[in-house]
């Protein structure tokens, strides 16, 4: 069996149920065999590069998985389009969009996929929910720490923490049995 590797997904999601989608999304995710590890809370972020849409809700993700960073796309763009996601223009509304962010320390370079995801470091919508959950992570390129780059942006877009994720998401929790006395 392949070993695992460790990801960061950046979900973002701002038209119809963003928390909904962000959720629907991250039970995908698990359904196609990726162990979630982590997740930042929800953040609502302001809208890049095209101001006249609604607000976004997003979220970063830790997951690990075997799969090859080309694998893994071809996986969450699958999602994308099973959530019907409509193609637009760049930096366009979207009802949910799933970036790979880091994928620990390949670097890829090819056609259909960048890894580190080349505007990570000046955005603040991804580096604030990666910075809450891996502080310490080191960007394989720019060797600086998600905390370092998340102090250096010069993005000044207004993010906003919402909530925190659920726990484990949609893994069953374990039942107490309750005492009743008689």
């Known amino acids: 069996m392949p070993k695992s590797a460790r990801y960061f997904l950046g ?9 909904g989608n962000l959720f629907r999304a991250v039970v995908l ?11 930042s809370s929800l953040y609502r972020t302001q809208p890049k590069g095209y101001s006249g849409q609604p607000w976004f809700y997003n979220q970063v993700l830790e997951v690990e998985s075997a799969l090859t960073p080309a694998e893994l796309l071809d996986i969450v763009k699958n999602i994308e389009r099973s959530m019907k996601r409509e193609p637009t223009f760049r930096n366009g509304p979207r009802r949910i969009d799933i970036d790979i962010l880091l994928a620990g320390r390949i670097v890829v370079r090819s056609k259909s996929l960048i890894v580190p995801h080349p505007r990570l470091s000046r955005r603040n919508f991804v580096l604030r929910p990666l910075r809450e959950i891996a502080p310490d992570e080191v960007h394989p390129t720019l060797r600086k720490s998600v905390t370092a780059l998340s102090a250096e942006s010069k993005d000044r877009s207004i993010v906003l923490k919402l909530a925190r994720p659920r726990p484990l998401f949609t893994r069953p929790r374990r039942r107490t049995p309750s005492l009743t006395t008689v």
């Open 11 to 19: 979900l973002g999601s701002n038209l119809g149920d963003r928390r």
């Open 29 to 39: 995710l698990e359904q196609a065999g990726i162990l979630i590890r982590r997740a």
